[in-house]
């Protein structure tokens, strides 16, 4: 792993910074290029004014690795607000969550009982939960989880998962995923995580993206090809041209404030795009994982400050 990205990685992960930086003006300001806002009609309005450019949206309240039960239930209060505003408001809009925000960290129970509610309420609307994938040490959990809550026959179609490509383990993983038709976001992955586990090339990742994609695209159900690098949506959209794919049985997407060039380009030529919509306090591990992704945007951000 190239050293500015573990270093990122690690920062992403001190508490101290993460304090300081969350609260102080500067870094809420720096914030700005990747977080909507830090209050729920940020994200709100937000979403709406991707909509009229014609983007889906999926809004994830940012948090993770919540320490009391109270924070997890607090943290799925502000979902259960999420999806009776996106009902009542008629957006094009579905949520992303993740399972350490939820409580699993403290008890598995309390994350499935948690995410089972939501996953009811998203039913009520007829609209659809994702569970985020964090590290490789929740994997094998999230996806227990999510295949128990679409076992249950009125969640099917409104609860998916996520995949990662640096990950090994990921062809099969799709495959059993695929068994039960649950839908899938494919992304390369975020966390550091050691060579036994994740391809630490580059080549690796993006060699296997693109074969899990192709497995995606032929399986009949709707998934999420989640990406900004240029060379995975020319293979996408190569295969779905020569292999007769519709391009609306699945959509790309992208994060918010990444590429949005990309995304508008995508939506004139027909294909459906989603913009992932961050929005909170706690923004930091978040924003950090974005610099790994992209040291470069140190520099930009520290611009677009100087600019201000
Ligand atoms: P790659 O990192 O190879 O970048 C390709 C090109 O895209 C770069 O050269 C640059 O031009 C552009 N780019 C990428 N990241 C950028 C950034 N931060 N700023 C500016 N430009 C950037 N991960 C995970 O582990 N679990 C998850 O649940 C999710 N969920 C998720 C949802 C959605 C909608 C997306 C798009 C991504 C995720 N991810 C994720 C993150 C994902 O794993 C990955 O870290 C990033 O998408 C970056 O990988 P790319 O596929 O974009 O390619």
Known sequence: MPLLRSTFIALSRNSRLRNFAEQSSLGRRMSSRFVAGFRIDDALAA???LNAQGLSVTLDSLGENVTTPAEARQSAEVYHHLLDSIAHSRLDANVSLKLTQMGMDLSPALAEEIVSGLVGRAVQSDNFVRVDME?????????????????????????????????????????????????????????????DLAFPDKKDVDGNYVALTKTLLTSGVFHGIATHDEAMIDATKRFASENAIDPATF??????????????????????VRVYVPFGDEWYPYFMRRLAERPANVVFIARQMLRK
């Open 47 to 49: 979403a709406a004014a």
């Open 135 to 195: 590290g490789s040490g929740y994997t094998q959990a999230t996806i227990d989880l999510v295949r128990r809550l679409h076992a249950v026959p009125e969640n099917r179609g409104h609860v998916g998962i996520v995949i990662q490509s640096y990950l090994r383990r990921s062809a099969p993983d799709i495959a059993t995923l695929l068994a039960n038709r649950i839908r899938i976001r494919l992304c390369k992955g975020a966390y550091q995580e050691p060579p």
């Open 251 to 272: 959509e790309f997407q992208m994060l918010y404030g990444v590429r949005r060039d990309l995304q508008r380009a995508l939506v004139a030529e027909g294909y459906k």
